[in-house]
């Protein structure tokens, strides 16, 4: 009777590699998914949003409480006519929120009220901000009027920094933040951020 040798046993760095390579592939399609996912949701608050404001009474007033307040889960759009981009803008900052669309600060105020409005979104999803510069128009479309801010400056800081809500001077302003730097996606450890003011009524 013939006998077979022995196989050989893979080596343990050769299959520590396969399975580094086969995590790696998971993670990947899982991402992919996501951002299919979250891709697909804000083409959906956006054709809800458009359909909402079709409606939207002309001449609303801004002080109308029952119009500050999201519907269909939609605050308000916010548009950068130079990057062609815009995005429907929910409630809150949580990830939940943010991977499938920009999100409005809660602490912060709503377009039309002095003070700033906060805007966040994930850096997966969000417009190149280093394209960004002074005097760019940033606006936002709520249920009662649209507000058109201009770009004042930027910074970089850390993630606990929430004094870049804080307006620096009396007025109407906007502050765009998102994870920095923008390629490094969930792992990033800085933020982003964009001052903006009101154009003058």
Same mark, same amino acid.
């Given at each position: 009777m013939i006998s077979r040798p022995p196989r050989d046993r893979p080596h343990p760095l050769r299959l520590a590699a396969l399975v580094i390579l086969f995590a790696g592939l998971v993670t990947m399609i899982v991402f992919a998914g996501g951002m299919l996912q979250g891709v697909q949701e804000q083409q959906h608050l956006i054709q809800t949003w458009n359909a909402d404001t079709a409606h939207r009474p002309v001449g609303a007033p801004a002080f109308d409480l029952k119009l500050r307040q999201p519907v269909d889960g939609v605050d308000f759009e916010i548009r950068v006519p130079r990057l062609g981009y815009s995005a429907a803008v929910k409630e809150g900052v949580t990830? &939940? @929120? =943010?991977?499938?669309?920009?999100?409005? *600060?809660?602490? %912060?105020?709503?377009?039309?009220? !002095?003070?700033?409005?906060?805007?966040?979104?994930?850096?997966?999803?969000?417009?190149?901000?280093?394209?960004?510069?002074?005097?760019?128009?940033?606006?936002?479309?709520?249920?009662?009027?649209?507000?058109?801010?201009?770009?004042?400056?930027?910074?970089?800081?850390?993630?606990?920094?929430? &004094? @870049? =809500?804080?307006?620096?001077?009396?007025? *109407?302003?906007? %502050?765009?933040?998102?994870?920095? !730097?923008?390629?490094a996606g969930a792992f990033a450890t800085q933020r982003y951020v964009i001052f903006s003011d009101q154009y003058a009524p």
């Open positions: 990830t &939940s @929120v =943010l991977y499938s669309s920009p999100g409005h *600060y809660p602490e %912060t105020v709503w377009p039309g009220d !002095p003070g700033t409005v906060g805007v966040a979104a994930h850096n997966v999803y969000w417009i190149n901000f280093p394209q960004l510069a002074p005097g760019d128009e940033i606006d936002l479309e709520t249920l009662y009027g649209t507000y058109k801010y201009h770009v004042t400056g930027s910074a970089i800081v850390d993630p606990n920094n929430r &004094s @870049v =809500l804080v307006p620096n001077a009396p007025g *109407y302003h906007l %502050t765009l933040t998102t994870c920095w !730097p923008l390629w």
